[in-house]
């Protein structure tokens, strides 16, 4: 009986052994390119006056920070590795309400080859939440936001961000970004000239409140506060599909298969062994 009781429990370890081998490859190859999921990014930006960069899921619920900086006549060039397929790239600013304000840059994320640049052409994927035109809702949510109009060369906190961005996706509020004719980094526009380490088809960006005027330079680029502080983001790669699921699902079937083929060795295995 001894040695019966030990095929048992050889013929059971097999089979969860099988089981879990099967498990691990089709874990494998399920999950292997969708399960890394962990992009390389390469970003080329300057603002007029102040940005943050963060990358996170549509509500910015676990942010990842990047860098910022609050100098135009700096490049700055940043790097990241391992970010979520699925995240957004987020771009917060504010001004200084004075002369001129904009955005610019070029965005490479390394590991799908996807390269943009600030634009307003259609087809370009930035849109931008102008906070300032929603403060008295985002007040009652987080009252460190003043309800009246946002202070100049204030950057918002990153908890402030999420607010934002949780009160923008949640209620349908992210618009189009706007530019002017000749904004492009190639056209040395003014005031800014071209920028170092910027493409020439990138295009300075803002968002156009239509209460600041056109002066020296074109809306949304003269000086002033159009709805600030401003929240620019790009959508991530779309949620896995559910074929993941059917193909997890499948797995289970085949893996309880073999565990039930275990079984029936377990059987036989018992039934042999019982043998006078
Ligand atoms: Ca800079
Ligand atoms: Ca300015």
Request: net charge negative; aromatic share 12%.
């Amino acid at each position: 009986m001894r040695i019966a009781a030990s095929h048992w429990r050889s013929a059971v370890h097999v089979g969860a052994l099988r089981a879990f081998a099967l498990l691990t490859v089709l874990a494998t190859m399920i999950g292997g390119p969708g399960a890394t999921l962990a992009d390389n990014w390469s970003m080329s930006i300057t603002v007029d006056n102040y940005y943050d960069i963060y990358f996170g899921d549509q509500f910015l619920t676990t942010p990842t920070f990047v860098g910022g900086d609050g100098d135009w006549t700096t490049t700055e060039t940043w790097g990241i590795t391992g970010v979520a397929a699925t995240d957004f790239l987020y771009v917060p600013t504010a001004s200084d309400h004075f002369v001129a304000q904009g955005f610019i840059g070029e965005f490479k994320n390394l590991t799908t080859g996807y390269t943009f640049v600030t634009s307003d052409n259609l087809g370009s994927p930035w849109e931008v939440f102008p906070a300032g035109q929603y403060l008295a809702a985002l007040n009652a949510l987080d009252p460190t936001i003043p309800a009246g109009v946002w202070p100049a060369s204030t950057q918002p906190t990153v908890t402030q961000v999420q607010t934002a961005v949780a009160y923008a996706t949640t209620n349908g509020l992210w618009v189009a970004t706007d530019s002017a004719a000749s904004y492009t980094n190639g056209d040395s526009p003014l005031p800014w000239g071209a920028r170092p380490s910027i493409p020439a088809s990138a295009e300075w960006i803002w968002h156009d409140s239509g209460g600041v005027p056109s002066g020296a330079y074109p809306s949304p680029f003269q000086g002033g506060n159009h709805n600030e502080f401003l929240v620019f983001r790009v959508e991530g790669a779309a949620i896995p599909e559910p074929t993941t699921l059917v193909l997890l699902s499948c797995g289970i079937v085949v893996c309880g298969i073999v565990v039930a083929g275990a079984g029936t060795r377990r059987q036989r295995t018992r039934s042999l062994s019982n043998r006078p």
